[in-house]
Structure formats: C-alpha cells, structure tokens
Nanobody
Framework: EVQLVESGGGLVQAGGSLRLSCAAS????????IGWFRQAPGKEREGVSC????????SYADSVKGRFTISRDNAKNTVYLQMISLKPEDTAVYYC????????????????WGQGTQVTVSS
C-alpha cells in the first residue's frame, strides 16, 4: 500500500523559502515517479513538479520554474521540493503522489496520495 507523508509546510513571507518533504513507505520507492501537486481554496488542483523513478528527470509547471526544485533520495525513500522566492499565489495545500511508472504528469496517473501540507505565503 502506497503511504506518503508530507512535511515542511508553514507560514512564510513573500520572498522566503521552504523545503517540503515527502516520506514514502509501503512500496518499492525506486520504481515510482513522484509528483507534487497543490490546491488553493476555490481552485482546482494543479501539478507543480514531478521526478522520474529511474534517472531523476524532472518537470515543472511554468509558474514555478526557476523557483522550485524537486529532488529525491532513494536511500531515504524521500522526495523534496525546495521552494524559493515564494509568492502569495503559491499559497495552497501541497500534496505529494506516487505513480508506478517512469514519469507521470497528470493527477490521474498517480496511485497514491499524501494528506497534504499547508503552505501560506504572506504579502
């Protein structure tokens, strides 16, 4: 069973930084692509970034390119999302998800989801 636990969210001022973590268990971590999604109040969930299972290829939404960096540590079964130059529009609940494939870009490709961590960026 895919189990994912996000951490690292919080309140930060605009221009600040946060690093989110996604700790995984219950599956062969190396075989899964991991994605980060976010959902702001009243808005649809959107993909933020994803990282491949095997060769650490990455993909980013245009809105976060150059500011967010996704990485994975297979020895720790953990994926990170380093966020810098945060903006108020980054405020959302951030979710990580796992997909049993090399790389996945859409939410429907993901098999399991975490509970989310709140990120709030004040202006």
């Amino acid at each position: 069973e895919v189990q994912l636990v996000e951490s690292g969210g919080g309140l930060v001022q605009a221009g600040g930084s946060l690093r989110l973590s996604c700790a995984a268990s219950g599956f062969t971590f190396d075989d899964y692509a991991i994605g980060w999604f976010r959902q702001a109040p009243g808005k649809e969930r959107e993909g933020v970034s994803c990282i491949s299972s095997s060769d650490a290829r990455t993909s980013y939404a245009d809105s976060v390119k150059g500011r967010f960096t996704i990485s994975r540590d297979n020895a720790k079964n953990t994926v990170y999302l380093q966020m810098i130059s945060l903006k108020p529009e980054d405020t959302a609940v951030y979710y990580c998800a796992a997909a049993n494939t090399i790389l996945a870009h859409i939410a429907g490709d993901y098999d399991g989801w975490g509970q989310g961590t709140q990120v709030t960026v004040s202006s």
